[in-house]
């Protein structure tokens, strides 16, 4: 027992921040129907902030109140201005909103203090006392009570205070709620700044074990996702459960697991098994998105003419196919550049024509690029093909569970899986192994293999999935995917299958993704894990948002957005704010249409069985008297 | 007394109600009629603040209150009770009262509840969403009585019950009208609607089509807007 009570105590502090954590995140999703992706952002501005008040030598009880208490409030009311836009539109934007937010937050904090971790000052006391050989530390203690108190508060707030029954209610109807007198926004704004005050105070309670690492406090918005998870994202008491099961999973882990290197990310990996097994166990009536379900348009078909389509694509494709010829030297950066263009066309195909999000591209694409490292022996295409087909099995391991509930949690299922991946998947012998880098071939006949040479295989590969995508787009599948943007309902009952629609473009997705990986693979001596980080993942996603809409445009501005654009601006300072611009374009992009209401299709009061359109009726003259008028 | 004037309305780029002028004097009833989609519950909806008009005015014993927002609009004395049931399922009876009851007024508000209706007495701690659905509307009801509105608007609120819950319902509409409270009532009953007015407006396609006394109402009028005709 005694060897087990260390990590015991260990999992149960640091669970009980997930829980803290988590309840915020529960709070506000529940009030708003906003998941918020970007409160990792705001635990980890907490506590940098926290880190630079107290080097500036202001006294620990002023900087947690400021950092908890003023920083938690403010953030909170930024949050409620922000959730409230996005409320009104897709649920696709509003992930796209919060992960613009997230990544916002977490890279101006590298701009504005570096990359690497910074230690951070712990501010409770160290003394403790030992039970059983094993020394409790009275910060422990203190990190403990404080969720607890939490958690035993927000429950007593719900019971039996007045704004906490009038929460509940806004969670039932909040038009009923403002009918009855009350302001829905004003209850709303409540929540987010309680939740944004927990979330503070997790990154407070959370930094001492895991330094001011801006991407390693970020993180903690995936294991509140984990914890909430349990309580179904919906019951705060569950969700403070949840965290604490999963700190005590995350810090037993590793005593079970093998000791290898391979499972030294095991702990980060956790909170996205735990998401699958929930997903898969929990009854679809249970698990429902909260919030007022907003069908973005559909997507239009092209407005050119195939003509005009196929003039466009010619003249793009001379062009492109004389960069070699132009850039000299930089043609590495325009080769990578067109690799990442078959990725945004895979996410565009999903994004744009599904409405579906995926933050685990990256990850496709390592797939894609490590399988292709294994396959020197097998004939080219062959390999590439293969490598592609490596990522299907992982898409539908994401999908699958997800699809079945809602599209929301498809996107927390592959947050979940970009980061098991990174921490966990890479080293894995099939992937990357971990050796410091591995070396993929290119196509060994007709000189294909020279840079140049290469560079048109590349340009026939963006070519020939320009052409897939189209086809997809234009055909049953294309049209079946528009229904289900314009009425899921309508579809189902004319008996098309979603689910297994949504499941096909992911998996088709995943596979165009992981091509992109084999193929960017050979274009360097060797390719490692480093480039594949999960918040990559994030960072393409809100640039495909920041290109446009176009299904094949934007996938062009995009990659010459995120590759071209920087190869030839050397300054170190616009690198840094690249990142903070994206993330910031992609969250004005996705509360847009919430403030000019253009995108904003309010939905019908229900209706009743038997109700008609106002003109469904023939007119009298074909209508027999059925009725006796009273 | 509550005026709509050229008051249009609709979801969207949809629009509902096309320039409908209408009144409700201070302690009238008046009964608003029409076929299924005719706008009824979208005039409900607008003149409450629930949905922003695209034009006209609309004014409260003379004030204009045209897009003010539901809550301002109870303060002013105003209550509408929706379409369905006009309850939080999920809260109980003794929270739902909690919630409809003035600051610090929940002992005073919940006395008045089960005296208009006796039976949410024995109902206080249950689920609201576990009543009957008579239950539930008179809970929904009691939000009329508790907060002593001076204008209330009724959407459909016999509609699915029992004949003998509707008579109780309309019992306590009485009530609330002899306490001074003018009533806007979108019926489906509409003999009984009749029966108790003193204005009938019947809107079609999202205009007024007739205004008057239900004396005046002709049945083979009512028929033709109700058959879309």
Same mark, same amino acid.
């Given at each position: 027992m005694s060897d087990y009570l260390p990590f015991i105590v260990f999992g149960l502090v640091s669970g009980s921040v997930y829980g803290l954590s988590a309840m915020g995140l529960v709070l506000t999703y529940k009030t708003s129907g906003i998941l918020n992706f970007g409160q990792g952002g705001v635990t980890a501005i907490a506590a940098f902030l926290y880190y630079d008040l107290t080097r500036n030598s202001v006294p620990v009880p002023i900087a947690i109140i400021l950092v908890v208490l003023v920083f938690g409030t403010l953030s909170g009311l930024v949050l409620e201005v922000v959730a409230r836009l996005l409320a009104r539109t897709s649920t696709a934007n509003r992930v796209v909103g919060t992960v613009g937010l997230l990544l916002f937050c977490q890279s101006i904090l590298v701009v504005r203090y570096g990359g690497a971790a910074l230690p951070f000052p712990g501010f409770l006391p160290q003394g403790g006392f030992t039970v059983s050989g094993t020394l409790i530390r009275a910060d422990q203690v203190i990190t403990a009570a404080i969720a607890l108190a939490a958690a035993v508060g927000i429950f007593l707030f719900f019971r039996w205070t007045r704004l906490g029954t009038e929460m509940r209610a806004v969670v039932d109807d909040p038009d009923l709620l403002d009918m009855t007198g009350r302001s829905p926004v004003k209850v709303r704004r409540t929540a987010w700044i309680i939740g944004s005050v927990f979330a503070s105070a997790s990154g407070l309670l959370i930094a001492p074990t895991s330094n001011l690492d801006s991407v390693l406090l970020t993180l903690l918005v995936v294991q509140a996702f984990g914890a909430a998870a349990i309580g179904r994202f919906t019951s705060l008491p569950l969700a403070y459960a949840g965290g604490l099961v999963l700190g005590l999973l995350t810090s037993l882990a590793p005593k079970w697991a /093998? =000791? #290898? #290197?391979?499972? =030294?990310g095991l702990p980060l990996a956790i909170p996205f098994l735990l998401l699958v097994v929930v997903l898969l166990v929990t009854s679809k009536s249970k698990l429902k998105e909260i919030g007022r379900s907003v069908l973005s348009a559909a997507p239009a078909t092209s407005r050119l003419t195939l003509n005009q389509m196929l003039g466009t694509g010619i003249v793009s494709v001379v062009a492109l196919a004389l960069v070699p010829v132009l850039v000299g030297a930089k043609l590495i950066i325009w080769s990578q550049g067109l690799t990442y263009v078959i990725l945004f066309l895979s996410l565009s195909l999903l994004?744009?024509?599904?409405g579906q999000v995926s933050l685990c591209h990256i990850a496709f694409q390592a797939v894609g690029a490590a399988v292709m490292t294994h396959l020197g022996d097998v004939p080219w295409l062959a390999a590439v093909l293969i490598a592609g087909l490596a990522a299907v099995p992982l898409g539908i391991l994401v999908a699958l569970p997800a699809v079945r509930l809602a599209g929301l949690f498809l996107a927390v299922t592959t947050l979940g899986l970009g980061i098991l991946m990174q921490y966990l998947g890479y080293a894995t012998n099939p992937l990357f192994g971990t050796q410091l880098g591995r070396a993929a071939s290119r196509p060994g006949?007709?000189?294909?293999?020279g840079d140049k040479g290469y560079y048109y295989v590349l340009l026939a590969f963006v070519v020939g999935t320009a052409v897939l995508v189209l086809s997809v787009e234009r055909s049953r599948m294309g049209r079946l995917l528009r229904g289900l943007a314009d009425s899921p309902t309508a579809l189902v009952t004319m008996g098309a299958g979603i689910n297994g629609l949504r499941v096909l473009v992911f998996c088709l997705s995943a596979f165009v993704a992981s091509v992109s990986g084999a193929l960017l693979a050979p274009l360097f001596g060797v390719i490692d894990a480093t480039r594949f980080g999960w918040l990559n993942s994030l960072v393409v996603l809100t640039v495909l948002v920041i290109a446009g809409r176009g299904i094949i445009v934007a996938p062009f501005i995009a990659a010459a957005l995120i590759q071209v654009v920087p190869g030839y601006v050397y300054n170190q300072t616009f690198q840094l704010y690249l990142p903070v611009f994206f993330g910031l374009g992609a969250l004005l992009m996705a509360v847009a249409p919430g403030i000019s209401g253009s995108a904003l299709v309010p939905k019908r009061p229900r209706r009743r069985a038997g109700d008609r359109a106002? &003109? +469904?009726?023939?007119?009298? +003259? &074909? &209508? /027999?008297?059925l009725v006796e008028v009273p | 007394m509550l005026v709509l004037d050229k008051l249009s309305a609709g979801y969207g780029s949809t629009q509902v109600l096309r320039e409908v002028t209408m009144a409700v004097p201070a302690g009238s009833v008046v009964a608003l009629l029409g076929a299924n989609g005719a706008g009824k519950t979208t005039l409900l909806r607008t003149v409450s603040g629930l949905i922003k008009p695209m034009s006209g005015r609309v004014t409260l014993d003379g004030e204009d209150i045209t897009g003010r927002a539901p809550h301002q609009l109870v303060a002013r004395g105003l209550c509408h009770v929706p379409e369905g049931r006009g309850v939080f399922p999920a809260l109980t009876v003794a929270d739902n009262l909690l919630v409809q009851? /003035?600051?610090?007024q929940t002992a005073e508000a919940t006395e008045l509840a089960i005296e208009a209706f006796p039976r949410l007495g024995q109902r206080l701690t249950q689920v609201a969403g576990t009543m009957s659905g008579g239950e539930q509307q008179m809970l929904a009801l009691a939000r009329a009585y508790v907060q002593s509105p001076s204008l209330v608007l009724l959407d459909e609120v016999s509609m699915g019950l029992a004949p003998k819950i509707v008579d109780e319902i309309f019992e306590f509409l009485e009530r609330l009208a002899l306490r001074g409270a003018s009533l806007l009532l979108v019926e489906q009953y509409v003999t009984r609607a009749l029966a108790v007015c003193d204005y009938v407006y019947l809107l079609n396609k999202g205009s007024v089509a007739f205004a008057g006394e239900p004396a005046e109402l002709d049945a083979e009028e009512v028929f033709a807007s109700y058959t879309g005709a």
């Open positions: /093998p =000791q #290898t #290197t391979l499972f =030294q994004v744009r024509l599904s006949a007709f000189g294909l293999d106002p &003109h +469904a009726l023939p007119p009298r +003259a &074909h &209508h /027999p008297k | 009851s /003035p600051d610090g």
